[in-house]
């Protein structure tokens, strides 16, 4: 069976714990793992990193791992009842306090939000259900009135999709949650609330290049500035999650079109998250709908796609990973998928190794090779070539186990880790071997390699070799 090129992640939680389901889940095509740090405690953590890393090595492959921080939550503060009823069109006011409000009172213990808003500034409640719009600014209070009633409970999440708020991406409890997924080894840290460049470069004084960092692109100020955060990440999310509750619905697809084109354009790679197949936390088939949602982003060249509670606290956690799987390789098999890939492609910059990636999918492409095989020890020439798409995929070699990991978010990428090459016949008989590990490749196909000669020293890609499997 040819090789998926897009990736799937999967949620690890209560569903997919147990060590055989772990197991099944890779077997049924997961690619890399998330920990969720908004919820469970370390030592769930720990003990799924170790049942990931005991899977991995059975199942002799190459899984990735990303911590996902919680990032600062806002939040409505306490009621004196619990809660108040907010009704259409009423005037209600807002403060900056610890104390309990009460009706026609919000009191909210983020000063630095409330200082910040202006009048016509929009303010979403409990995930949107709610919203009022601010008409009056006081020097203590806010005056709002009510767009969408209903009733308001004890400390129900805040969105303001019209306002940056002054505020660090990175919270004290995420700054500790950081050094405890890195002292895991996850490959990748995934940054939450992103909504300017300084928030990626914050995180990365502290992450250096202990793991990458996915931005998470869920608010729409980081809208405005995604070409930059992007360039300054190793990968980025749609997080259609909070970007769903800031935006209008019909704006939602938008924005993953215009994050998947600035990734593609940058060759970072890009996942899509959030409520793919939302359904099979309970059913065990999607909707048409879901179907289709999955197709679109496959068919955007997205080079990831990511199962939330479906694998998490879902009954079908298997399932849901099959039914994934079958949806992105329907899309690849159809050619106007392959038609439309070239559209958002990288431009090759002034570089050797730029040249050789591009000349080997052009080689690839002209000879119908069975594979590319790129050395790589960052990952950079791998991640070059999978820039290319080319139809053929990508077999990445690498003496690094950890950068075989973080390649498992790349589209078209299957690791194997080997010794470097001592020469060039050594180098041409480890790719040999590899191709017909994977089973991509069968006596007298083509291969083309590329490497860095002399072997062994990073960012030196600057030759290719066509050879044929014996």
Known sequence: MRARDCKIVATMGPASDPPERLAMLIQAGVDCFRLNFSHGGRED??????????????????????????????RVGMFKD???KLKYGEIVTLEASNEPGEAGLIRLPHPELVNSLEAGDILKLDDGKLQITVTEVGRTQLKARVDFGGVLKNQKGVNVPTRRIPISALTEKDREDLAYALDLGVDYIALSFVQHPEDVREARALIGDRAGIISKIEKPSALTQIEEIVELSDAVMVARGDLGVELPPEQVPIAQRKIIRAARAAGRPVIVATHMLESMVEAATPTRAEASDVATAVYQGADAVMLSAESAVGRHPQSAVA????????????????????RDMTPPQATTADAIALSARHIADTLGAASIVAYTSTGSTALRVARERPRCGVVGLTPIRETARRLALVWGVRTVVVDDATDVEDMVAKADVAVRKLGIAETGDRVAVIAGIPFGRPGKTNTIRVFRVE
């Open 45 to 74: 953590h720990a003990r799924r990193m170790q049942a990931i890393r005991e899977a991995e090595a059975k199942a002799d492959a190459a899984v990735g791992v990303f911590a996902d921080l919680q990032g600062p939550k806002i």
């Open 323 to 342: 039914i994934m799987d079958r949806i992105i390789r329907a899309v690849e098999e159809d050619e106007e998928y392959w038609a439309s890939l070239p």
């Open 82 to 84: 619990g809660e108040i």
